[in-house]
């Protein structure tokens, strides 16, 4: 039994209240730009509005605060092993050889730190994802600042703590749509009569913050003519998500240029300049912004990881730099838990407790005995652990049974190195209306909801310039499924309801 979160609002909603408030909240979503392309019905010229939750999910205020405050923490963390050369060496040497992707991402890593960087500062716009988890303890107390304990009460909710997910250094997206979310749901709030809840709701100034801190890096970089190049994919289906941010930009600062491309056209149309200023036409770049490269499919051939790679040597300041891309992959992240790691970048006892209490458990399956450990604990219990591999952008994980036959197949082959094993968290369930296109009714649903916290950092090997935490965004997804990207069309635009 799945522990419970009490909605924000009465429900069922009276089937004649829900039907007229669901089509006004689809209409404010499109009028306002909560929306997406179609993936079945592409064209350049529509939009449909993201899928979403009715009303605002319930999340406890102390963990959202502790999220909020942790996040400069994370930050400081992230950029000190992205700067690590020995670590990301040492995490990422049994996966690079087996996982061709990542692999790749190396090689211009590698290649780099041989000819030199042409900049030292790296921009991170980056996003620590987190469930809730129900603690299980036996205490009726918790412990001040602690998330260790556990509650074994499936009906007490006052216990739960988060545990986190993943960290995204690349194309750490919904800087618009988690802003976007939350506006929903003030209209909606309002059009039910409840505007004296409007309180609970926080602020999200995601949008403002993630551009600013593109704009700082770009006057950083000192060339009032120069562009801030968004590197896109191919097709563009989450672009209201990208607009959004660059009407913003321009919004703020008039004289900022934003240019957009895909790796295909920066390879056929930049160049490094006399001091590796980076060129794409007649414009000298600043600032590099990744929106794609993040996955196989954006590298048609060698001549996207040329691009990648000139890029990478420039002067521009790029978001991320190569190894902040690498930080943030999932073997890092699992490095990153092994007992006495974190020593190595924070020097503060506090910091460090509170980073080891959000780790849930993460495990190797390197060919070693660790690996083998963690290889048998997923073959007798696969319902508790999840599968991961080295990418983004969802829909890669692997669950359930899926695991002893993905684990099976790998048997004793060196591909076990690209993958990590992770806890699964069961995070407590609640109730609400995921409201999508094309859908003819919309039914009250058992869900569960993963938090995002940004942060912006500007800094080199020596220095943090720019460390702060900067808004948040809050996804849904049916209590059954497995992945929950609203891209992917599984999950819903959210937000907190702080109780």
């Not at 670590?87 to 290649?111: A, P």
């Not at 993943?166 to 919904?174: R, S």
């Not at 602020?203 to 600013?212: H, V």
Request: with cysteine; aromatic share 8%.
């Amino acid at each position: 039994m799945a522990a419970r979160l009490t909605p924000s609002i009465p429900l069922p909603l009276n089937p004649d209240v829900l039907k007229e408030i669901v089509e006004k909240a689809k209409d404010w979503a499109l009028m306002h730009g909560a929306c997406m392309r179609s993936k079945t019905n592409f064209s350049e010229d529509s939009l449909y509005f993201a899928p979403f939750a009715l009303l605002p999910s319930t999340f406890p205020t102390r963990e959202y605060n502790r999220a909020v405050a942790l996040q400069p923490v994370i930050n400081e963390l992230m950029h000190k092993v992205a700067h690590d050369h020995d670590f990301l060496e040492e995490s990422l040497k049994n996966t690079i050889k087996v996982d061709e992707f990542t692999g790749g991402l190396y090689k211009v890593y590698e290649k780099v730190r041989k000819e030199g960087f042409g900049q030292r500062l790296s921009l991170g716009l980056v996003r620590a994802d987190l469930m809730l988890e129900t603690c299980k303890c036996e205490v009726s107390v918790r412990p001040s600042g602690s998330c260790g304990c556990r509650h074994t009460n499936p009906s007490c909710v006052s216990y739960c703590c988060w545990k986190q997910v993943e960290f995204n250094t690349i194309a750490a997206g919904f800087g618009w749509l988690g802003p976007a979310s939350g506006l929903i749901h003030r209209y909606v709030l309002q059009e039910l009569g409840y505007p004296q809840l409007l309180k609970n709701l926080p602020e999200n100034p995601a949008l403002t913050g993630l551009s600013n801190g593109m704009l700082e890096a770009w006057d950083i970089f000192g060339n009032k003519n120069a562009v801030i190049l968004f590197v896109i994919e191919d097709v563009t289906y989450n672009i209201c998500d990208q607009r959004f941010l660059e009407f913003e930009i321009r919004k703020i600062n008039p004289e900022v240029r934003i240019i957009r491309r895909t790796l295909t056209d920066i390879a056929n149309t930049a160049k490094l300049g006399p001091k590796k200023e980076l060129m794409v036409g007649q414009d000298t770049v600043a600032v590099v912004y990744f929106r794609a490269g993040y996955e196989p499919g954006h590298y048609h051939s060698q001549k996207e990881w040329d691009a990648r790679l000139l890029m990478e040597l420039s002067t521009a300041i790029k978001c991320p730099s190569i190894h902040y891309h690498l930080a943030g992959t999932k073997k890092v992240q699992q490095s990153l838990a092994k007992p006495g790691c974190l020593e190595r970048f924070l020097d503060d006892s506090k910091k460090i407790q509170e980073i080891q209490d959000i780790f849930t458990g993460l495990y190797s399956l390197d060919l070693d005995d660790a690996g083998n450990t963690g290889v048998q604990k997923a073959l007798s219990s696969p319902e508790k652990y999840v599968l991961k591999p080295q990418r983004e952008g969802g829909g890669n994980n692997v669950y359930g049974s899926e695991i002893k036959e993905a684990l099976l197949n790998m048997a004793d082959s060196e591909e076990r190195s690209a993958w990590i094993l992770m806890d699964r968290i069961h995070p407590p369930v609640q109730v609400n209306y995921i409201v999508r296109p094309n859908q003819s009714t919309v039914e009250l649903q058992d869900i569960v909801c993963e938090l995002g916290i940004f942060g912006v950092v500007i800094g080199d090997e020596k220095q943090i310039l720019t460390n702060r935490q900067v808004g948040h965004m809050l996804r849904s997804k049916l209590s059954s499924a497995n992945e929950g990207g609203v891209a992917a069309g599984v999950g819903a635009l959210d937000s907190p309801y702080l109780t």
